[in-house]
């Protein structure tokens, strides 16, 4: 069993036996072991606590009352041998503020501290219910058949049991699709929880923090890769235990990297899910952040890493993206656009000499407790290199990137080489930089004078070697292809007549070959 040494949450449903009624519990610090639900909200808001209701809770929360997916939860956490659980609108006094923005600083221990996570994947809203939602397929597929086994060479007899697959092409293909795990709060509760019990459309799902098996492959853990957006990696930061299985490890970068949980997280499972209100997406953040922060001893700065702020500066929204309207959100980290984002997928052992901003300061005014929550305003001081986009000569001005993506997909249309409407992809034309703006831009011939008449600045960042500028050389008569060097840097203009702040615009990249990036001023830059 997990430790029963921690400390309960503020409040928890004491579930009672089958022959009483549950009811709100203010723990007081008392110790115990306490399960979670993770449920989707649906259009409109479960059975809730409230200032009005709180002491009746208090008294009895009636069965009868309870949504199905609540109802259900309580009979499993009765059954499991378990006397609290922890649900979210219960336990959460939802019409005050502060109990919110309190209680939402302690998710962290809530979920990491709890012994199992009861996940009702398949329900769109607290009346689908957990059991009954996820029956979908059960209805249509074989039932276990058992056939005699025996092998002579090893003395051995028995019986093994067979039945149809169930899930499509495999048991973890359409956990992540599932109504639940559509949505963002939900990504730190499923990486924080130690075991987690997933009640999927299809089948059941275990996961702890070495396996994940499931009801359709009991003895199977081919799941293993769907872990990279588990808690399993995540709990290895900061050891020496970084595990190394070909299936997971080809979606991190390195072993040695601090942040080769943290981005492919971000980037390529929170990214995709859902969140109703702009303000929440460091809220919903908030626990994991923690964890790692804890693992690492970095210092979290409004989704990015202090000590890996260069690297964590060059992420570049998809076209698809909007700006998000939270008007407290810095222009410099990823949460100012809606996601998806995308960083720049560079190794920290890819850092290259030179070019690199000086980071003078990060003030960041936070909205409640939580440090690694809500904030309201945030300012990055930098010492960098950079120059205006009115002093690129004619005969070497920007390529602007209409196609947007990652650096290995930012591949110039022939246009730009050429007078034709070709849209084959070629590399940049030599000597030039290239441009691509966090907004697709409606003209992209216009970009440049666009640029000028806002006042933009290139401000040089990092420089990072990369395989995806291949630089040819002659040694002894003999062309050599090696790495070239690629300087990234953000496109900012000013936000006054003045100049004295900037916001991100866009980002740049300069091959170091080429020499463009010698020469330029140096500068104290304020971004908000």
């Not at 309870?66 to 649900?87: K, M, N, V």
């Not at 920007?398 to 007078?419: A, K, Q, W």
């Not at 790495?483 to 006054?496: C, F, K, N």
Request: with cysteine.
């Amino acid at each position: 069993m997990w430790s029963n040494d921690h400390i309960l949450p503020t409040r928890v449903i004491d579930v009672g036996s089958e022959h009483e009624e549950p009811f709100l519990l203010e723990s007081n610090g008392t110790k115990g072991e306490w399960l979670t639900l993770s449920h989707c909200w649906g259009g409109g808001a479960p059975l809730q606590t409230t200032s009005y209701n709180l002491q009746e809770n208090k008294s009895s929360i009636p069965m009868e009352s309870l949504p199905e997916t609540f109802r259900d939860a309580i009979i499993l956490t009765r059954r499991l041998g378990y006397q609290y659980i922890w649900i979210d609108s219960l336990c959460i006094i939802q019409n005050i503020h502060e109990d919110w923005t309190s209680e939402s600083s302690q998710m962290f221990r809530v979920y990491a501290n709890a012994s199992i996570n009861l996940s009702a994947s398949a329900a769109h809203n607290p009346k689908d219910g957990i059991f009954e939602s996820g029956n979908g397929m059960r209805k249509y597929s074989a039932p276990l058949t058992t056939l005699a086994c025996r092998s002579e060479t090893k003395n051995l007899q028995g019986v093994v049991g067979v039945r149809l697959q169930m899930g499509g092409n495999g048991p973890f293909v359409l956990l992540p699709e599932e109504p639940l795990h559509r949505r963002a709060w939900v990504l730190q509760e499923s990486v924080l929880s130690p075991r987690r019990i997933d009640f999927a459309s299809t089948q059941l799902y275990w996961e702890c923090r070495t396996a994940l098996h499931t009801e359709g492959y009991p003895q199977s853990d081919d799941g293993q890769s769907f872990l990279t957006a588990s808690g399993r990696k995540l709990h290895q930061l900061g050891t020496r235990k970084m595990e190394h299985n070909p299936d997971i490890d080809k979606y991190f970068r390195s072993a040695k990297d601090p942040m080769s949980w943290w981005y492919p997280m971000l980037y390529d499972s929170y990214r995709d899910r859902g969140i109703t209100m702009d303000h929440d997406v460091f809220p919903a953040l908030a626990g994991v952040a923690e964890e790692v922060a804890r693992r690492t001893g970095y210092h979290y700065k409004a989704g990015l890493w202090l000590e890996d702020l260069h690297r964590g500066l060059l992420w570049q929204p998809s076209y698809s993206s909007k700006k998000t309207e939270d008007k407290s959100c810095p222009s410099w980290t990823w949460a100012s656009f809606k996601l998806p984002s995308r960083d720049r997928r560079l190794d920290i052992e890819s850092y290259a000499e030179g070019h690199r901003a000086t980071i003078l300061d990060v003030d960041l005014k936070i909205d409640g407790e939580n440090e690694f929550g809500r904030i309201s305003s945030g300012t990055l001081k930098l010492a960098c290199h950079v120059k205006a986009f009115s002093e690129w000569k004619e005969h070497l001005l920007p390529v602007y990137n209409e196609h947007g993506g990652d650096f290995e997909s930012m591949r110039m249309s022939t246009r730009y080489l050429h007078s034709d409407d070709s849209v084959a992809y070629a590399p940049p034309p030599a000597g030039r930089i290239l441009c691509t703006t966090d907004i697709r831009p409606d003209d992209v011939n216009a970009c440049h004078s666009d640029m000028i008449q806002r006042k933009a600045i290139c401000a040089q960042i990092a420089s990072f070697k990369t395989p995806d500028c291949r630089v040819n050389s002659y040694y002894r008569g003999e062309e050599i292809s090696h790495w070239g060097v690629i300087i990234y840097g953000l496109i900012l203009e000013p936000i006054d007549e003045l100049g004295q702040a900037y916001r991100r615009i866009g980002i740049v990249e300069i091959a170091e070959e080429d020499g463009l990036a010698d020469d330029w001023e140096t500068k104290e830059v304020t971004i908000v």
